[in-house]
């Protein structure tokens, strides 16, 4: 999955001293070098990585509750084991993800503080429901297929833990997205009402799949700094053309009707024409008003809170070992 | 990015099963018309409780208290499922009457069932579910340590595949069955309500009928009383070094294992699981 890049992202003003430690930084940059943990960064360089990669972490956190809704109704034994084993490897791209921004001096626990608190924010996305089987393909093939072009530049990105876990993360979307489109295909050449479940998946998807990319170019207010630090390498406008110009054949392939009146190839730009999503949709679900933002950060609050128990009895257990082993140091030593 | 031609490659799965069957080995309990009642349901006991259990673990996905616990009990519940196709697979070919794994999985109604009575039970708290798993796992090294020199190939062989994945889960199991009874007092009050609420159901496991019988004649599988002694040790170690006490209760609750008297919990599970199935009887999925 994926986070959208979200929030304010303006200038934290330079430090005093500083110009020439970021004039060689930007060089790094520039010159294609990874910067790595120990390595000096801008502070604000540093702030919007961990927004990045939080917001990531917490979109495949949170994107585990939608998939997750129909595990225990998958239709056959093998597509249960299919969502099962992908769920899980959202799972761990969370873990590489919050392991990656605790490079930048954050805790996994300060995030998820952030994140419940709604301080940090998860990809709309995921705001929306699952409603019929379909729709654990749609979320495979257009969800996965949005993240994918996402975060295959990402694999680039300047910031070294970012990028790594960027590549194992690919490698593994990249066998999301084929499963979405193999339960897709299945549903789209099966019974009359199978037929129109993956309509339906794709009618409900198609808009929130694009709003994925983050506002227009226009409205963007943060992508140059971005862009000229490399972790950003792609325009949001960009990126949902390449996503649309990908995504229509494949609809068309396997007959379903993409759901936007004004869709046509235009030979000109080489690319499709299509309608934009409806941006005051997005800025509501982004401010809490989706479908489901208040069951998602809910069911997160519950799984935090409930468990707490269970993280302090760990946390004791593993401090009454330390202390044993150290008695048993005293008494060898005696 | 998969391209088109690549995403459509014929049914890759399909091959493979096509191909294992080539290669499964020959076995004449299989085949036997004598055998065949006890054996088919014996399978579905094996496969019943997997699904049953992998059903409840999957539930916690998503909600779990830490990140490390999501991915494990998925893990598990990817194992037990994958346990259950290879049992009630190789039920639906003894049956002979053309289900295969979905079918038993998917079509049986409540009393058909045969899982334990323990694997049907709500998860309750996560300290609740670990030490179902606990029980449940502590019997299930013991029965597939017997299972891997069975006399019937195709039983060893599910066995041995089985008995490598859940050597990790009572390691795992019993690792925090000891932490949380040695954690804090809440962790130790925890535990110990889930062990004496798990305790007469995890009886069950042991308990021998007609149907053991038969099958232990064949030299299929031991009897389930005799998987008790070392299940005992493994489990009166475990509870001690976790600081908790053993209930001294020997009643077994019945009726899972042969399908006579199942809990309230079970219906709502397969309302659940096969929902799809049910309502779209003609769709492939």
Partial sequence: ?334 | MPSLPDMNATDVVDMARRAAEHQAPRDHHIHNEDLKPALFEWLCRMGDSSLILGHRVSEWCGHSPVLEEDIALANIALDLIGHTQMWLGLAGEVEGKGRDADALAYRRDAADFRNFLLVEKQNGDIGSTLMRQFLFDAWHIERLRGLKGSSSERVAEIATKAFKEVSYHVDRSADLVIRLGDGTDESHRRMQKALDSHWTYANEMFTDDGLDEAVAEAGIAMRPSGLKPAWDALVDEVLAEATLTRPQNDFARRGGKTGERHTEHLGHILAEMQFLQRAYPDASW
């Fill in chain 1, 1 to 334: 999955m994926y986070g959208q890049e979200l929030g304010a992202t303006q200038r934290d003003g330079i430090e005093a001293g500083t110009e020439e430690l970021e004039a060689a930084f930007q060089a790094r940059i520039d010159n294609n070098e990874r910067i790595e943990p120990k390595d000096w960064m801008p502070e604000h360089y540093r702030k919007t990585l961990i927004r990045m990669m939080g917001q990531h972490a917490h979109s495949e956190i949170v994107g585990q509750l939608p998939e997750g809704n129909w595990i225990t109704r998958a239709p056959t034994l093998e597509r249960k084991q299919i969502l099962l084993a992908k769920v899980q490897d959202e799972a761990g791209h969370g873990l590489y993800l919050y392991s990656a921004a605790e490079t930048l001096g954050v805790t996994r626990d300060d995030l998820t503080e952030q994140l419940l608190s709604g301080k940090m924010k998860y990809s709309s996305i995921f705001n929306y429901p699952t409603l019929n089987w379909a729709d654990i393909g749609a979320v495979g093939w257009l969800v996965d297929g949005a993240a994918i072009m996402n975060q295959v530049p990402l694999q680039r990105t300047s910031y070294g833990p970012y990028s790594r876990a960027m590549i194992r993360i690919c490698k593994e979307e990249s066998f999301h997205q084929r499963q979405g489109f193999d339960i897709m295909r299945k549903m789209a050449n099966g019974t009359p009402e199978q037929r129109e479940m993956a309509q339906d998946a794709l009618n409900r998807f198609w808009y929130p799949s694009l709003m994925m990319f983050g506002p227009s170019d226009k409205e963007s207010v943060h992508s140059d700094q971005s862009m000229k630090w490399r972790i950003k390498i792609n325009t949001n406008d960009e990126l949902r053309q390449k996503f649309v110009d990908q995504t229509v054949p494949q609809a068309e392939f396997l007959g379903l009707s993409v759901p936007d009146d004004k869709l046509a190839w235009n030979e000109e730009k080489g690319g499709y024409d299509f309608s934009e999503p409806d941006w005051n949709e997005f800025f509501q679900v982004i401010k809490g008003n989706g479908p489901c933002n208040e069951e998602r950060i809910e069911a997160r609050r519950k799984a935090w809170d409930d468990g707490a128990w269970f993280r302090d009895a760990l946390t004791a257990h593993a401090e009454k070992q330390a202390q044993r082993r150290g008695e048993g140091v005293l008494q060898a030593a005696e």
